[in-house]
């Protein structure tokens, strides 16, 4: 007879184990250069991010949390920081030709006229302009350069 028993009811005298886990387990605790190994391991051209995790013994979620986390990380400050360019002011006395492409379009001098310049193209906004279209514009030009 096999010490395996297929039925539901014990025999006299045989004794059982019954092992109870209560509580999820402990937490796996990863270390900020295993988590970069990791990440570092799914942005190789044929990597498979499911894969990776599986290896490692993770969810696919918890390594896609990690990668955004990384790329969130590797964006330099810089880039979130307002730039600002130079302003060059001209009098409206003084340059003949400048004070010309200022009163193009209506035939006079416009007061409150900004031009912006963005890899050779410009944009003169006068005082009505509206605000959202001026945005658009200029996020359209910074998009194409």
Known sequence: MST??????????????????TGTGR??????DDKA???????????????VARRHGLSPQQLFTWRREARRLATPVRDLAPVFVPAVIHEAGG???NNKAIRRG????????????????TVRVS???????VAAVIRALKAGS
């Open 127 to 133: 005082s009505g302009a509206d605000a959202k279209t």
């Open 95 to 97: 340059d003949q030709a």
């Open 37 to 51: 190994r990791i990440v570092e391991e799914t942005l190789a051209p044929s990597a498979v991010v499911s894969d």
């Open 4 to 21: 395996f028993d297929h039925t539901l009811e014990p025999t006299a005298g045989s004794v059982r184990r019954l092992e109870v886990i």
């Open 27 to 32: 937490r796996r605790r990863f270390s900020a």
């Open 106 to 121: 209506r035939g006079r001098q416009s007061s409150g006229l900004i031009e912006v310049e963005i890899d050779g193209v």
